[in-house]
């Protein structure tokens, strides 16, 4: 729960998460840790804007893949079952398996700060399984290494053989000025494989080849643990070089040895994906003006070395009479130009399309580097009306810049046209759930211009019709600080996407200089996009247990998106722009009514800021959480749904201003070594009965009589026992509770030491068993009075 004073997370089972923290939830003895429970510290604003954490908790058995055998296991300390042999392979095979190269671009957004922080430390892995098959696997660790900035080119190692038990990358990059080839070998190697071995260096020969022909060859040891290899390839030819631009070398790695490991691929430009993309604008050209006009490219570069090319120009005063791919100038006047595209330009369309066939491994280095330029000439201004240079754009998640044509972005555009020094280009697209995906890239702004700018979309027709002071159907995209934005647009209405689907829409781009304007394009998505219209309120059944699940939200077609949030049908909710109103979804339909205040009995009231209603003076306070009213001065622990209310917090109603504080439970320092905690609802530990002193005359007089016990909402006569219900979880049958003179007392089933080494656990069985041999276990008994104590080995998941 957040708090006045205290730092924004949640509490939960006396420990304290940071906002975006998941975890899965420890019951404490004997429960243990829920492996199929998953709990998430989610962001939310409460009243003046206050940062609050919220816990929510989803069972995540129900997304366990199926396994591919007939006899799959639970594995200690795992929720979904795994076959036993590709437990094994997975655990001394990891990163030993070799497949082929292929190429997965995605984004992981919103990560979670702790995640950050593991990124930042190198702890996370990425694992890749086969869907199909065998289900083999591969995985490694994301490192940042000092080599990824000077990259230019790249190869993928791998192996003929299969299980080979071993792999790697190269990164390589030319020198600025000498033809020498720098690399870094990444060698990833199973130890396994190497077999054993005295020394901890491995012997290794690097080879240079072209069509099988060795071109250069290295020896060197690295090691098994720490397997980075680093060299320069000296002095190479022309043959080399052409060979090395047309993706036609091949470095190879082999382990020296009594049973050598063979790994190679072929080098080619760098693998990224990132958009080659370039922005013209009369700002940038070698003479800055303040023409209007704008010149939009993207490029992709074939393993093969040929550079295909996609340029558009528009809102030029003038004929377009060159069209180049050019070095940075020594001197203004000194243009170097690589390569004429003019030949290519058709003039009616003020389009040009085409490939760059002859590129040099010098010229592939330097794009990727960003150190090559577009210029565009026209008859007004010979040496170049607009320039851009050409730079990878990061990959964000949008897929339309890898495929598809941006809309050039241009002063010239705008109504009235703008004689501005930027120029842009934006990629739009909408997918299957009627969002709109954008990103604007913008170039050009001089130093003098303010760089805060703002994205726009909105309608002709709305604007033709309406004036330019109108703001119907015109919605704010984004702002954005320097030359790019990109986003998302969930909550777009009927019309504007009418407009996209006619070609009827714009984005516009404006400045503090041009705030009607500064750039604009036409935009045309074709979409198949309606919604639904407001019917009759209907409010869902739900159970306040349980927490849906974002995807399965995302999936059900009559989920409500609202301020970047998906909401059930049925469910209420008081929106961010005004707490004053309370909001409902409707089968895909957010209806907003304002508050409707209470009729006050009391003679003193007052108008908290916070609130949208008057309330008592000195009386109640209402809490979120449970949604109740609360006496001033009143104590209780707070409400946080699916696990009820939580003892390691302790909210206060403050009467005289109507607010509530809710701070950590301090626990009592204990005396005894081994403190338990006596049910799974109880913050803090107690010392065993054992450990405490003798009662006292009154305490045992008052001790005589039979008390029965409470656990969750139920009540137990002494001597009662039962198994316990956890909420997502369902009732643990591996674990009994009984009611001994008032104290709840629970104890998981005690499961004999095995000694088999091939252990299996059955579906609903609480212990786990030998597979194959029923020979070779001991039983050892305890009594109920026994400690408590448990390992992760012990637990069990129903």
């Known amino acids: 729960?957040?708090?006045?004073?205290?730092?924004?997370?949640?509490?939960?089972?006396?420990?304290?998460?940071?906002?975006?923290?998941?975890?899965?939830?420890?019951?404490?003895?004997?429960?243990?840790?829920?492996?199929?429970?998953?709990?998430?510290?989610?962001?939310?604003?409460?009243?003046?804007?206050?940062?609050?954490?919220?816990?929510?908790?989803?069972?995540?058995?129900?997304?366990?893949?199926?396994?591919?055998?007939?006899?799959?296991?639970?594995?200690?300390?795992?929720?979904?079952?795994?076959?036993?042999?590709?437990?094994?392979?997975?655990?001394?095979?990891?990163?030993?398996?070799?497949?082929?190269?292929?190429?997965?671009c995605g984004v992981w957004k919103n990560l979670p700060q702790s995640?950050?922080?593991?990124?930042?430390?190198?702890?996370?892995?990425?694992?890749?399984?086969?869907?199909?098959?065998?289900?083999?696997?591969?995985e490694g660790k994301i490192i940042k290494h000092r080599a990824l900035f000077a990259e230019t080119f790249s190869s993928t190692l791998t192996s003929e053989e299969e299980h080979s038990g071993m792999g790697g990358i190269a990164m390589l990059t030319l020198s600025d000025t000498e033809n020498n080839l720098h690399f870094i070998l990444i060698l990833l190697f199973c130890v396994l494989s190497l077999g054993p071995v005295d020394s901890p260096l491995v012997p290794i020969r690097v080879r240079l080849q072209y069509s099988q022909h060795v071109l250069r060859e290295i020896h060197a040891n690295v090691t098994a643990y720490d397997p980075d290899f680093a060299e320069v390839l000296t002095d190479l030819n022309s043959r080399e070089l052409f060979w090395l631009s047309r993706g036609q070398l091949v470095i190879a790695v082999e382990t020296e040895g009594l049973d050598p490991r063979h790994i190679s691929g072929f080098i080619t430009g760098r693998k990224s994906c990132d958009t080659i993309q370039s922005v013209m604008s009369s700002g940038d050209a070698l003479t800055a003006g303040k023409t209007g006009g704008v010149g939009s490219a993207f490029f992709n570069l074939h393993d093969n070395g040929t550079l295909d090319y996609q340029v558009q120009i528009a809102g030029l005063s003038s004929e377009v009479v060159g069209l180049t791919i050019e070095l940075k100038p020594r001197r203004r006047s000194k243009r170097s130009v690589l390569y004429d595209l003019a030949p290519e330009f058709d003039r009616p369309s003020g389009r040009a399309a085409g490939s760059w066939s002859r590129l040099e491994a010098r010229h592939i280095h330097m794009l990727l580097q960003n150190e090559l330029f577009i210029n565009v000439a026209t008859a007004h201004s010979q040496e170049g009306e607009l320039r851009g240079q050409i730079r990878g754009l990061l990959y964000s998640g949008l897929e339309a810049p890898r495929h598809e044509i941006p809309v050039p972005l241009a002063g010239q555009f705008v109504a009235p046209p703008v004689l501005t020094s930027a120029g842009g280009h934006a990629w739009v697209s909408v997918d299957e759930r009627c969002h709109l995906h954008y990103?604007?890239?913008?170039?050009?702004?001089?130093?003098?211009?303010?760089?805060?700018?703002?994205?726009?979309?909105?309608?002709?027709?709305?604007?033709?019709?309406?004036?330019?002071?109108?703001?119907?159907?015109?919605?704010?995209?984004?702002?954005?600080?320097?030359?790019?934005?990109?986003?998302?647009?969930?909550?777009?209405?009927?019309?504007?996407?009418?407009?996209?689907?006619?070609?009827?829409?714009?984005?516009?781009?404006?400045?503090?200089?041009?705030?009607?304007?500064?750039?604009?394009?036409?935009?045309?998505?074709?979409?198949?996009?309606?919604?639904?219209?407001?019917?009759?309120?209907?409010?869902?059944?739900?159970?306040?247990?349980?927490?849906?699940?974002?995807?399965?939200?995302?999936?059900?077609?009559?989920?409500?998106?609202?301020?970047?949030?998906?909401?059930?049908?049925?469910?209420?909710?008081?929106?961010?722009?005004?707490?004053?109103?309370?909001?409902?979804?409707?089968?895909?339909?957010?209806?907003?009514?304002?508050?409707?205040?209470?009729?006050?009995?009391?003679?003193?009231?007052?108008?908290?800021?916070?609130?949208?209603?008057?309330?008592?003076?000195?009386?109640?306070?209402?809490?979120?959480?449970?949604?109740?009213?609360?006496?001033?001065?009143?104590?209780?622990?707070?409400?946080?749904?699916?696990?009820?209310?939580?003892?390691?917090?302790?909210?206060?109603?403050?009467?005289?201003?109507?607010?509530?504080?809710?701070?950590?439970?301090?626990?009592?320092?204990?005396?005894?070594?081994?403190?338990?905690?006596?049910?799974?609802?109880?913050?803090?530990?107690?010392?065993?009965?054992?450990?405490?002193?003798?009662?006292?005359?009154?305490?045992?007089?008052?001790?005589?009589?039979?008390?029965?016990?409470?656990?969750?909402?139920?009540?137990?006569?002494?001597?009662?026992?039962?198994?316990?219900?956890?909420?997502?979880?369902?009732?643990?049958?591996?674990?009994?509770?009984?009611?001994?003179?008032?104290?709840?007392?629970?104890?998981r089933k005690q499961c004999p030491v095995l000694t088999c080494s091939n252990i299996t656990r059955r579906e609903g069985m609480c212990c786990p068993e030998c597979q194959g041999d029923k020979h070779t276990r001991t039983h050892i008994n305890h009594p109920p009075s026994c400690s408590l104590a448990r390992t992760s080995e012990d637990t069990c998941l129903k």
């Open 439 to 747: 990103e604007i890239v913008v170039a050009g702004l001089s130093k003098a211009d303010d760089l805060s700018v703002n994205a726009h979309l909105h309608g002709f027709a709305e604007i033709g019709e309406l004036g330019e002071s109108s703001t119907n159907h015109k919605r704010l995209l984004t702002g954005f600080y320097g030359s790019q934005a990109q986003g998302v647009l969930k909550d777009i209405s009927v019309e504007l996407l009418r407009h996209l689907d006619r070609g009827t829409a714009f984005i516009q781009v404006s400045t503090k200089v041009n705030t009607r304007g500064e750039i604009r394009g036409r935009v045309h998505v074709p979409n198949n996009c309606e919604f639904g219209t407001r019917g009759e309120v209907e409010v869902a059944e739900f159970d306040d247990l349980f927490v849906r699940d974002p995807e399965e939200l995302k999936k059900d077609p009559h989920t409500c998106f609202f301020e970047s949030q998906h909401h059930a049908h049925g469910s209420l909710w008081t929106p961010n722009y005004n707490n004053c109103f309370t909001c409902s979804c409707q089968k895909r339909t957010v209806i907003c009514d304002p508050v409707i205040c209470p009729v006050l009995t009391c003679s003193r009231t007052i108008q908290p800021e916070d609130k949208c209603c008057p309330v008592c003076l000195g009386e109640c306070c209402y809490f979120e959480g449970d949604q109740k009213m609360h006496a001033p001065g009143s104590t209780w622990h707070p409400f946080v749904p699916p696990f009820g209310y939580i003892k390691c917090a302790l909210c206060t109603c403050k009467g005289v201003t109507g607010e509530v504080y809710c701070e950590k439970v301090t626990c009592p320092a204990l005396t005894c070594s081994r403190p338990v905690r006596r049910s799974p609802s109880e913050c803090c530990k107690e010392c065993p009965e054992e450990d405490k002193p003798p009662l006292e005359h009154a305490d045992m007089m008052q001790a005589d009589g039979t008390r029965h016990c409470k656990f969750g909402k139920n009540f137990y006569q002494n001597s009662d026992n039962w198994h316990p219900r956890v909420p997502l979880m369902g009732e643990m049958k591996c674990i009994t509770c009984w009611c001994d003179h008032g104290v709840t007392k629970c104890q």
């Open 1 to 104: 729960m957040g708090s006045s004073g205290l730092i924004a997370g949640c509490s939960f089972g006396g420990r304290f998460y940071s906002l975006e923290d998941t975890w899965h939830p420890d019951l404490g003895e004997p429960f243990g840790v829920m492996h199929c429970v998953q709990c998430y510290c989610e962001t939310q604003r409460g009243r003046k804007s206050k940062v609050l954490g919220k816990v929510s908790c989803k069972n995540v058995k129900q997304d366990c893949p199926e396994p591919s055998c007939d006899d799959p296991v639970l594995l200690p300390g795992q929720c979904c079952k795994t076959c036993p042999k590709e437990h094994a392979a997975a655990t001394v095979a990891h990163l030993c398996v070799c497949v082929c190269v292929f190429q997965i």
């Open 115 to 138: 995640h950050v922080r593991q990124l930042q430390a190198e702890q996370l892995r990425v694992t890749m399984t086969t869907a199909t098959g065998r289900r083999e696997q591969i």
